[in-house]
């Protein structure tokens, strides 16, 4: 079974700075990852897939995340960080033979001036 | 599209109370879900359905039921509610497995908040 890890839970950065979320996974098969994003009081909004095609894949709102498999890594990154970017950030994988997703335990990013 | 939609928005119960939470998706998909959120937990998925009248279990299904009669509904049920049970609870779709090469993904509604005391 895969599953995913979140290696930071809170991440805290100036407007303007890059952004770097952390995310491990182990899967014993190329896994599907996806990170997704929660604002306040909101449901889930994708922001981006890995699906073993391109190993740097990009989403929305400036972001994208690397597919490292010697470090088993799905790292989301964005070069400037902006006040809206400040959110809860889940890093998914795919269990139950493809029909269920994993969470992470989640990221809040915290974004000041 | 509408999407995915839930109903209540938030809702309080009394321990032993029973109720049930509404999903309708408009978007023709065959798979559905219900997650809740606990902090600092991420997601735990309860019941999962990939058609009409299939459903399975997911993480952490007990004290819950489902059923799937249409294409478009996926009602979650309380049937004794515990403080356990306080959470947020997302419904999502997608329009198949959520995995396969061309990256379905899944939409997911508002959620329900929902206190038992």
């Known amino acids: 079974a895969q599953s995913v890890t979140q290696l930071d839970s809170h991440v805290s950065v100036s407007e303007g700075t890059p952004v770097l979320l952390r995310c491990n996974y182990s899967?014993?098969?190329?896994?599907?990852l996806f990170w997704y994003v929660q604002h306040p009081n909101k449901g889930l909004q994708l922001l981006l897939k890995y699906t073993s095609a391109a190993t740097l894949v990009k989403g929305i709102n400036g972001f994208e995340a690397e597919f490292k498999k010697s470090e088993t890594s799905f790292h989301l990154t964005k070069p400037s960080a902006h006040m809206s970017d400040a959110a809860e950030y889940f890093c998914?994988?795919?269990?139950?033979?493809?029909?269920?997703?994993?969470f992470g335990t989640g990221t809040q990013l915290k974004v000041e001036l | 599209n509408a999407g995915v939609t839930q109903t209540p928005k938030f809702r309080i119960l009394k321990i032993g109370q029973s109720m049930t939470l509404q999903c309708t998706q408009d978007m023709n998909h065959n798979y559905m879900y219900w997650y809740r959120q606990d902090p600092g937990m991420g997601l735990k998925l309860i019941y999962y359905s990939v058609g009409a009248g299939i459903t399975d279990k997911g993480e952490v299904p007990n004290g819950y039921n489902v059923s799937r009669s249409t294409t478009e509904d996926f009602p979650l049920r309380l049937e004794l509610a515990a403080p356990s049970q306080t959470s947020v609870y997302f419904c999502?779709?997608?329009?198949?497995?959520?995995?396969?090469?061309?990256?379905?993904?899944?939409?997911f509604g508002p959620g329900t908040r929902l206190l038992v005391l």
């Open positions: 899967s014993s098969y190329s896994p599907s």
């Open positions: 998914v994988g795919l269990t139950g033979g493809g029909n269920k997703l994993t």
């Open positions: 999502a779709s997608s329009p198949s497995r959520p995995g396969l090469d061309f990256g379905e993904t899944q939409y």
